[in-house]
């Protein structure tokens, strides 16, 4: 499973990265924004992505796996 999750988290950390980079870009504006901020938001969005990787690899492997039969 964590061989899928690190697949899965090389397309889900860039994508939540971005979109929590969007928020104090859209709330602030570029004029009147600290550098700073946008790396701490482009971080937190690293760090949701993580569990987010975890449950989409585990969702997916419970999806593949075959059926038992009763």
């Known amino acids: 499973m964590i061989k ?8 889900i950390a860039p994508t939540l990265a971005g979109f929590s980079v969007l928020v104090p870009l859209t709330i602030f504006g570029t004029g009147d924004m600290d550098g700073r901020l946008l790396i701490l938001a482009a971080a937190i969005g690293v760090a949701i992505a993580v569990p987010v990787s975890l449950y989409v690899a585990n969702r997916i492997l419970h999806l593949v796996e075959p059926k038992q039969a009763a």
């Open 4 to 11: 899928l999750a690190v697949i899965m988290f090389i397309v």
